[in-house]
């Protein structure tokens, strides 16, 4: 039997995912002793295109050890809307597995399918921080899948190149190095602002840079905030202005691929990414020497800090079987304490453990900076699970069009202010 694989992705560009690399071996390992109707077939909904391959080989290991079991993986992401997909799986009573939820207003949302984890042995072993985002009145309800940072992640080649041996903390640092590439004849920021997901990940920086962001989130749903009058958001659009004119050109039309490409050719110096894309570049320019540096909107010294945080957590579908429900904890579990498990995270996937019996060892040069400013304290929240309803998806795309508008020259700057003021309260008044 060849491995089932379901992939939905729109991506474009150079760099082209192998994903049949391991059907034959995958012949080999599947027990005739077990007949299908037998199996039990577990699908999982994983949003991570950029580890696809990797994931993939993972569950082959696990179906190798636990040959009564079936794994089908839908990989679903890059220009595709992922969570629609999944509203519209489970709605027609047919949804995954385990799947993906990104804790907070989103966990609260979809509790009806969330089943109860609190007695799972990796509990034990998560850092306290990274589990809270999915606990309900006292009970758990997700996996951590890792920890994550982005910034801008800097070509230190291409920046010795152009002679800047200070590393820009600021927005008048930041726009004198880009002044310094472009005078060298390098391309200083790659932006792919087609995908509304990223521009929604810069506009998050507005809001983790405000003095409480819980308590300015508050104070958007009840009105006593407001966007539109908001310095750090004023800051924020200045930035993405920098970036425009100092970018590539067409960046309305540059997707995700196409964008780190520009960066992992050195095409460009500069790309706002986090450390999700280390495996994409490794596997275009191996050894690349690169960094991260805090995404400045403006002088102030709270600038020097890179967004961290948990971007998901694996749930297991309260509505499957319980067969079904067990085997997909047993997997979870197998993730996180295998040996083989541990492997795949650190080696493969590159992923910073949100676990601390997982050693953090040859992470690539992005997972060591984040975990330095980690331990330095200077790190800003992830706050768009936060957003009324846990609706990150909708708001990235209301955000999103509304960026897009304003980079085409549709929207001046204060209308721009409007557009997202607006959307919030339509989301609020739900």
Known sequence: MK??????????????LPLFGCEADNETVKSETISEDQKTTLEVWNRKVEISTQFEEMVLAYEKENQ??????????????????????????????????????EAKRWSEYLEVLSDQPWVENAFEDAIASMKIDNEIYGMPINLEGYG????????????IETLPKTLTELIAAAKKLEAAGITPFANGYYEKWKLGHLLNIAFAQQEDPDAFIKGLNDGTQEIKQNQKFKDLIRLLDVTVIYGNENPLTTDYNMEVN????????????????????????????????PIAINDDPKNDALVVGVPNYWVVNKQSTPEKKREAKKFLNWMVSSEQGKQFMTEQFKFIPAFKHIETNHLGPLADDIIRYTKEKKTLSFNWFK???????????????????????????DQLLQELQKSWEKAARK
């Open 387 to 413: 957003y009324p309803g846990g609706a990150r998806d909708e708001f990235d795309h209301e955000f999103g069009l509304a960026m897009q508008a304003y980079v085409d020259k549709q929207l001046n700057h």
């Open 3 to 16: 491995k089932r694989i379901i992939l939905q992705m729109f991506w474009t560009g150079m760099i082209i």
């Open 68 to 105: 009564g079991v079936d794994i089908i993986v839908r990989t679903v992401g890059g220009g595709v809307d992922d969570r629609s997909d999944l509203i519209a799986q489970l709605a027609a009573g047919r949804g995954p597995d385990i799947f993906t939820n990104g804790g907070y207003e």
């Open 262 to 293: 520009l960066f992992a050719t050195g095409m460009a110096a500069m790309i706002q990414q986090g450390n999700w894309i280390q495996p994409m570049i490794d596997q275009q320019t191996p050894n690349m020497n690169i960094g991260f540096l």
């Open 152 to 163: 801008f992640i800097y070509n230190k080649d291409l920046f010795k190149e152009a002679g």
